[in-house]
């Protein structure tokens, strides 16, 4: 889990430094982060805690189906 949170880390401050830098021509720079993911890898080390992580009357943790077809556009 060490290595998702850092790769979760670099990839949150690459897209904040890219921002910031192409942000004077006009570039907007995001990025799809999702919360606590219902996986088998999480369930595996969480066990049963995993379907209770986050979860709320108006919140419940994302599945693989919650994200659909995601797609890259990148315009030049």
């Given amino acids: 889990m ?3 949170g850092a790769t979760k880390s670099a990839l949150e401050s ?7 830098e192409f942000a004077g021509a006009g570039v907007r720079v995001n990025t799809v982060s999702p919360g606590p993911t219902s996986s088998e890898k999480v369930i595996g080390v969480m066990g049963d805690a ?19 077809p995601m797609h890259l556009i990148v315009l030049w």
């Fill in 14 to 20: 690459l897209t904040r430094s890219w921002a910031a």
């Fill in 2 to 4: 060490s290595v998702y």
């Fill in 50 to 68: 995993a379907g209770q992580l986050g979860a709320t009357a108006f919140w419940s943790p994302a599945t693989g189906a919650n994200f659909g």
